[in-house]
């Protein structure tokens, strides 16, 4: 079996400016490369789970969000780091859908593809609904980015920077 990180996308591989949905306004965050070549280095498949509910509202097409995933996709390539799958839910809040987080349903979809530990697996996130997501699909450890008050999680760093320096620096949480 084989340990997995659940990455949000806004706030974590980007800076959220709110409704990325361009090349222009998508910012890697500082030591996001780092961190996901540190998982990766220790056999994690990585996979990004995220609410596009720009989609739903009407903000953006899903092409271009398909456009600005690709992208993505060969940006992170090109340094190292392989996505497995980016799972997305497209829908607005009223829509009342299984996937929106903290709802299971992006999960659901990665595991009936992948045979995953999730005890030993970790998400990180940047809002309350990534920390329940966490506990509602029974993965192991959760890390919450930024200044937010967070109930419910293990561990908290300001920044992705912060947290790429304490795992560089506490490699052994993620090999138990
Ligand atoms: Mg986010
Ligand atoms: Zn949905």
């Given at each position: 079996m084989?340990?997995a990180?659940f990455l949000?996308r806004?706030?974590?591989?980007?800076?959220?400016h709110?409704y990325?949905?361009?090349?222009?306004?998508?910012?890697?965050t500082?030591?996001i490369?780092?961190l996901?070549?540190?998982?990766t280095?220790?056999?994690?498949l990585?996979?990004?789970?995220t609410?596009?509910?720009?989609?739903?509202?009407g903000?953006?097409?899903?092409e271009?969000?398909e456009v600005?995933?690709e992208?993505?996709?060969?940006?992170l390539?090109d340094?190292?780091i392989?996505?497995q799958e980016?799972q997305?839910?497209?829908?607005a809040?009223?829509e009342?859908?299984?996937?929106r987080?903290p709802?299971?349903?992006?999960i659901?979809?990665i595991?009936?593809?992948?045979t995953?530990d999730?005890?030993?697996s970790?998400m990180?996130?940047?809002?309350?609904?990534?920390?329940?997501?966490?506990r509602?699909a029974?993965?192991?450890?959760?890390?919450?980015i930024?200044?937010r008050?967070f109930?419910?999680?293990?561990y908290?760093?300001a920044?992705i920077?912060?947290?790429?320096?304490?795992?560089?620096?506490?490699?052994?949480?993620?090999?138990?």
């Open positions: 084989t340990k990180l949000d806004d706030g974590i591989i980007n800076v959220d709110g990325v949905c361009d090349i222009e306004e998508f910012e890697f500082k030591g490369f780092e996901l070549q540190l998982f280095q220790e056999g994690y990585l996979f990004i789970v609410n596009q509910s720009g989609i739903g509202r903000y953006y097409s899903q271009a969000f600005l995933t992208w993505m996709i060969n940006t390539h340094n190292g392989e996505i980016v997305y839910c497209p829908h809040p009223k009342k859908c299984y996937c987080k709802q299971t349903g992006m659901d979809e595991l009936k593809k992948y995953i999730l005890k030993h970790w990180i996130g940047d809002k309350q609904s990534d920390i329940d997501l966490t509602n029974h993965i192991g450890s959760s890390i919450a930024g200044d008050q109930q419910n999680y293990d908290s760093f920044s920077q912060a947290c790429t320096e304490y795992l560089q620096k506490n490699i052994a949480l993620l090999s138990k």
